[in-house]
């Protein structure tokens, strides 16, 4: 059955194939995805019955990333526990009636990451910017998605630009701008240029969240290989206190830093070990000694 749904999910290519699924085999993949299980008995009865009353979704997505069993799951993947620490701060992001999300695309998601990962509030628009397939680096190239999409959370629009470019928006008009592993993808010049625009477009009172690798930690993981970055499109990996001195530079403040997945050892000892990855996902207050750097930069 597990197999079975897998592979009909991997088929599917459009919103209202994904749409379709009946809330039985929602749920499944839901619990596959989040819980790595099949629902039990009492948890498919309950969950269904919410679904038919009224429950949204995204509600239920949410219910099963808040339990303990997600939260102390024991993972066997680096890249799925980092996901689920990022995952975890998608989760926690403030309300905003207008968003920008500078490259969300989600592959094989035309809601895109920040609807797939879990953010739990509606809309009124979410733009998603990111480059044409043409123009990204091959790991990505298959990104690209319809230019307009709805979701029950919202309405979902696509700008296919550099992020450097905001110019479609004007001052004050936005709420919430969101860089999820994407600063790292552009030089230092044009990172002056999104945060430069991020500002201008954001309201007073409006938030950039933005998560980036963690410099001190991703330099060991390299160390000892050919490879400059983790990832052969990054330009750039920043240290903690460069990127503090970027938003200061460009007129936001961040009363409070994070970390996502927790590396105390490696940190400590400058020797890293892929199993930290594994026992300590999710965010926290030690954003030096985590694998990711996490913020909400205010514009004041």
Same mark, same amino acid.
């Given at each position: 059955?597990?197999?079975?749904?897998?592979?009909?999910?991997?088929?599917?290519?459009?919103?209202?194939?994904? *749409?379709? $699924?009946?809330?039985? @085999?929602?749920?499944?993949? &839901?619990?596959?995805? =989040?819980?790595?299980?099949?629902?039990? /008995?009492?948890?498919?009865?309950?969950?269904?019955?919410?679904?038919?009353?009224?429950?949204?979704?995204?509600?239920?997505?949410?219910?099963?990333?808040?339990?303990?069993?997600?939260?102390?799951?024991?993972?066997?993947?680096?890249?799925?526990?980092?996901?689920?620490?990022?995952?975890?701060?998608?989760?926690?992001?403030?309300?905003?009636?207008?968003?920008?999300?500078?490259?969300?695309?989600?592959?094989?998601?035309?809601?895109?990451?920040?609807?797939?990962?879990?953010?739990?509030?509606?809309? *009124?628009? $979410?733009?998603?910017? @990111?480059?044409?397939?043409? &123009?990204?680096?091959? =790991?990505?190239?298959?990104?690209?998605? /319809?230019?307009?999409?709805?979701?029950?959370?919202?309405?979902?629009?696509?700008?296919?630009?550099?992020?450097?470019?905001?110019?479609?928006?004007?001052?004050?008009?936005?709420?919430?701008?969101?860089?999820?592993?994407?600063?790292?993808?552009?030089?230092?010049?044009?990172?002056?240029?999104?945060?430069?625009?991020?500002?201008?477009?954001?309201?007073?009172?409006?938030?950039?969240?933005?998560?980036?690798?963690?410099?001190?930690?991703?330099?060991?993981?390299?160390?000892?290989?050919?490879?400059?970055?983790?990832?052969?499109?990054?330009?750039?990996?920043?240290?903690?206190?460069?990127? =503090?001195?970027?938003?200061?530079?460009?007129?936001?403040?961040?009363?409070?830093?994070?970390?996502?997945?927790?590396?105390?050892?490696?940190?400590?000892?400058?020797?890293?070990?892929?199993?930290?990855?594994?026992?300590?996902?999710?965010?926290?207050?030690?954003?030096?000694?985590?694998?990711?750097?996490?913020?909400?930069?205010?514009?004041?």
């Amino acid at each position: 059955m597990t197999k079975t749904l897998m592979a009909r999910v991997r088929r599917r290519q459009t919103s209202s194939d994904l *749409d379709g $699924l009946s809330d039985a @085999d929602y749920l499944q993949l &839901a619990y596959l995805l =989040l819980l790595g299980r099949d629902p039990d /008995p009492t948890g498919s009865a309950h969950y269904l019955a919410a679904m038919a009353a009224g429950t949204s979704r995204a509600e239920i997505a949410g219910a099963l990333r808040d339990s303990s069993e997600f939260r102390g799951r024991q993972y066997t993947h680096p890249f799925h526990a980092m996901h689920a620490s990022r995952v975890a701060w998608v989760h926690s992001l403030p309300a905003g009636r207008r968003i920008v999300d500078l490259g969300g695309v989600a592959r094989d998601n035309p809601q895109g990451s920040l609807v797939f990962m879990g953010y739990p509030h509606s809309f *009124d628009e $979410l733009i998603i910017i @990111d480059l044409p397939s043409d &123009a990204r680096h091959e =790991l990505y190239v298959d990104g690209q998605q /319809p230019v307009e999409h709805v979701t029950p959370q919202g309405r979902v629009r696509y700008h296919y630009h550099s992020m450097t470019d905001l110019s479609a928006f004007a001052d004050c008009s936005v709420d919430l701008v969101v860089s999820g592993q994407t600063f790292e993808h552009v030089t230092r010049d044009e990172g002056d240029q999104v945060l430069a625009e991020t500002y201008r477009v954001l309201r007073p009172g409006g938030f950039l969240a933005l998560d980036t690798p963690n410099r001190a930690v991703t330099a060991l993981e390299v160390q000892d290989g050919p490879a400059e970055f983790i990832n052969p499109d990054h330009k750039v990996e920043y240290h903690h206190a460069e990127m =503090l001195e970027l938003f200061t530079r460009h007129g936001f403040e961040v009363p409070v830093s994070y970390g996502l997945s927790h590396m105390p050892e490696t940190a400590a000892s400058g020797k890293f070990d892929v199993t930290e990855l594994l026992r300590h996902p999710g965010i926290y207050g030690d954003p030096e000694s985590c694998y990711m750097l996490a913020y909400l930069a205010l514009r004041p």
